[in-house]
T-cell receptor, first 110, second 111 residues
Framework: GQQVMQIPQYQHVQEGEDFTTYCNSSTTLSNIQWYKQRPGGHPVFLIQLVKSGEVKKQKRLTFQFGEAKKNSSLHITATQTTDVGTYFC??????????FGSGTRLSIRP | SQTIHQWPATLVQPVGSPLSLECTVEGTSNPNLYWYRQAAGRGLQLLFYSVGIGQISSEVPQNLSASRPQDRQFILSSKKLLLSDSGFYLCACGQGDYEQYFGPGTRLTVT
C-alpha cells in the first residue's frame, strides 16, 4: 500500500528558530493534507495541497507540494512555544482513506 | 461544522475483558467514519473505516471489530482485550478526500 516517509522524527529548536518537516513518497500523490497534534490532544487539520508545485501560507507556516507531487514540506518561520506538537503529513490514498505519515515531533526551548 | 463525540476519555481494562468504544457525529450527514489507534509517541494507524451504515472496511487484522448501526454512530469493540491493544483511540469523520475531523480520543490502558 501507499506509504510516506516523514523526516525528521524529532526536532528540538530554540524559540525563534525556523523548523521544517519533509514528507516523501515513492509514488505520485493526488493530494496531501497536513495535521497538527498538540501533546495529549487530537490531530487538527491544517491544510490540503492539490496542485503540482503548490505553495500555501498560513501566517508563519508555509506548505509546499513538489512539482512531481511526490513530496511535500511544512516550514515554520520563527517558532513560538505554541508551535509545539507533532506534525503529520497525510496523503489521500484511495477509497476515501488518507494515510498518515509517522509524524515529526517539534519541541521548543523557550 | 462537524463535532465528534467520544467516550470515555480514559479507560483501564484488564486483559481478557471486553471493550466497547462509541463515537457519534453531529453537524453532518452520511459521513465517512474512521477508527485510528495511536501508540505512545507514534503515528496514527487506521483500523477501520466506513462509508455508510453497515459498511465496514478493516485495515489491520486483529482482535478488534467495528460496527456502524446508525449513520452518525461508529462503535469499536473487542471480545477479549490484549496488552497490545493499549493506546489512544481516535474516531474521525470526513467526506471523500477532504479533511478529517477528529474526536477527543479515548486513552485505553490494558493491564
Amino acid at each position: 500500500g501507499q506509504q510516506v516517509m516523514q523526516i525528521p522524527q524529532y526536532q528540538h529548536v530554540q524559540e525563534g528558530e525556523d523548523f521544517t518537516t519533509y514528507c516523501n513518497s515513492s509514488t505520485t500523490l493526488s493530494n496531501i493534507q497536513w495535521y497538527k497534534q498538540r501533546p495529549g490532544g487530537h490531530p487538527v487539520f491544517l491544510i490540503q495541497l492539490v496542485k503540482s508545485g503548490e505553495v500555501k501560507k498560513q501566517k508563519r507556516l508555509t506548505f509546499q507540494f513538489g512539482e512531481a507531487k511526490k513530496n511535500s514540506s511544512l516550514h515554520i518561520t520563527a517558532t513560538q512555544t505554541t508551535d509545539v506538537g507533532t506534525y503529520f503529513c497525510a496523503p489521500y490514498s484511495s477509497a476515501s482513506k488518507i494515510i498518515f505519515g509517522s509524524g515529526t515531533r517539534l519541541s521548543i526551548r523557550p | 461544522s462537524q463535532t465528534i463525540h467520544q467516550w470515555p476519555a480514559t479507560l483501564v481494562q484488564p486483559v481478557g475483558s471486553p471493550l466497547s468504544l462509541e463515537c457519534t457525529v453531529e453537524g453532518t450527514s452520511n459521513p465517512n467514519l474512521y477508527w485510528y489507534r495511536q501508540a505512545a509517541g507514534r503515528g496514527l494507524q487506521l483500523l477501520f473505516y466506513s462509508v455508510g451504515i453497515g459498511q465496514i472496511s478493516s485495515e489491520v487484522p486483529q482482535n478488534l471489530s467495528a460496527s456502524r448501526p446508525q449513520d452518525r454512530q461508529f462503535i469499536l469493540s473487542s471480545k477479549k482485550l490484549l496488552l497490545s491493544d493499549s493506546g489512544f483511540y481516535l474516531c474521525a469523520c470526513g467526506q471523500g478526500d477532504y479533511e478529517q475531523y477528529f474526536g477527543p480520543g479515548t486513552r485505553l490502558t490494558v493491564t
